[in-house]
């Protein structure tokens, strides 16, 4: 991919699922996966796009499934938040080892281990052309990281919200339970929330709503997506 190829995109939010590290895994991180979305960065950062990164904790803890199960939530929640350091630190070192230079900042103190999240640090980081992996989500319990990466991506001032998902884009219905669910290629946010879709949840698509950050759903197991969103392709489904 060259310059010329970038649609006009100079700075963009990927939010990753905990769950995506799993590849063929029941738990952790799957070395093949992380490798290839490490392989998938490096070719958008090459390319002079500046990326950070929002990752999620699903494949180790999430905070609402442990309440279930009777820990307390607040607990829980702080819980998953380590989680996602744990995945960030593993997706660093995937990208660090695919060649691009990478900085994990984390809404909680762990100073041992990553750096604590600073917009006007994590704005040098990007422009330095470092990509950055923001950990622990908002830093506050009752938030997820899908909310977590709308509010990194308006912070940063970021082009595109790209949501990397196991399902090519936004369905009428569940594809997997209902083989006649057709793919929106364009939808608004508000139709989202109206129609309880349920792609990230409602707190997140008011933040970019308001703030009129675009997102753009796609299935990151698919190889080469992500540049392909970036060349401008018409893949996944765009909520404007």
Do not use: W
Not at 18 to 29: C, H, K, P, S, V
Not at 139 to 147: A, E, I, K
Not at 203 to 210: E, K
């Amino acid at each position: 991919m060259t310059v010329n190829e970038t649609n006009g995109y100079k700075r963009v939010l990927l939010k990753i699922s905990g769950e995506a590290l799993l590849g063929e895994l029941d738990y952790g991180i799957d070395p093949k996966v992380s490798s290839r979305i490490a392989r998938e960065v490096a070719e958008v950062v090459g390319a002079g796009v500046q990326i950070g990164v929002v990752i999620g904790g699903g494949n180790i803890f999430r905070g609402k499934g442990l309440a279930a199960s009777g820990i307390d939530r607040i607990t829980g929640d702080h819980m998953g938040m380590l989680a996602t350091v744990m995945n960030a630190l593993g997706l660093q070192d995937a990208l660090e080892r695919a060649g691009v230079t990478t900085r994990v900042m984390s809404a909680i103190s762990v100073r041992e281990v990553c750096e604590d999240y600073i917009r006007r640090r994590a704005v040098r980081h990007l422009q330095k052309g470092r990509a950055v992996i923001f950990a622990a989500g908002t830093g506050n319990p009752f938030f997820t990281t899908d909310t977590a990466a709308s509010l990194r991506a308006i912070e940063i001032g970021a082009d595109l919200m790209i949501k990397a998902t196991k399902v090519d884009g936004i369905y009428t219905d569940d594809p997997v339970k209902n083989a006649d669910a057709t793919r929106y290629d364009r939808i608004t946010y508000d139709e989202v929330i109206e129609r309880k879709l349920e792609v990230m949840d409602t707190n997140a698509i008011v933040l970019c709503r308001d703030q009129s950050m675009p997102i753009r759903i796609v299935n990151l197991s698919r190889a080469g997506e992500l540049g392909r969103v970036i060349r401008g392709e018409h893949v996944g489904t765009l909520v404007s």
